[in-house]
C-alpha cells in the first residue's frame, strides 16, 4: 500500500490542524493505522494508532484529549485531527500502515512521506 500524508503547516499555538493520510493500492481497510512524528534532532515517536476497523485507538499520553485518529475505509483516508497545538508538537508527521495494533515503528510496514506540522508560540 501507498501512504501520502498531508495538511501539515505552520500554525499558532492553541490552533488546530488536520492531517490525511491517502492510501493507495492494498486494501487500506486492511492495515492497522498509525501516526507518528520526528522532531529535530530526536527519534520518530508514535503519536496514536487505530485498528483496521476504527473500533479501537490509541495514544501517547502527551497527545491524549488533544489528537483524534479516524479513518474512512470508503475513502482509503486515515485522519489526524489535532487541537489545542503546543510549540512542542512541532515535527514531521508520518502516517504508517501495518498489521498489528502496536505503537513501535518497526511494527509497521508501509510508511508516507511525512508532512511538516510547526506550531510558534
Known amino acids: 500500500v501507498q501512504l501520502q500524508a498531508s495538511g501539515g503547516g505552520l500554525v499558532q499555538a492553541g490552533d488546530s490542524l488536520r492531517l490525511s493520510c491517502a492510501a493507495s493500492?492494498?486494501?487500506?481497510?486492511?492495515?492497522?493505522m498509525g501516526w507518528f512524528r520526528q522532531a529535530p534532532g530526536k527519534e520518530r515517536e508514535f503519536v496514536a494508532t487505530?485498528?483496521?476497523?476504527?473500533?479501537?485507538?490509541k495514544y501517547v499520553d502527551s497527545v491524549k484529549g488533544r489528537f483524534t485518529i479516524s479513518r474512512d475505509n470508503a475513502k482509503n483516508t486515515g485522519y489526524l485531527q489535532m487541537s489545542s497545538l503546543k510549540p512542542e508538537d512541532t515535527a514531521v508527521y508520518y502516517c504508517?500502515?501495518?498489521?498489528?495494533?502496536?505503537?513501535?515503528?518497526?511494527?509497521?510496514?508501509?510508511w508516507g512521506q511525512g508532512t511538516l506540522v510547526t506550531v510558534s508560540s
Open positions: 504508517a500502515a501495518g498489521w498489528y495494533f502496536r505503537s513501535q515503528p518497526s511494527e509497521y510496514d508501509y
Open positions: 493500492g492494498r486494501t487500506f481497510s486492511r492495515f492497522v
Open positions: 487505530i485498528s483496521w476497523s476504527g473500533g479501537s485507538t
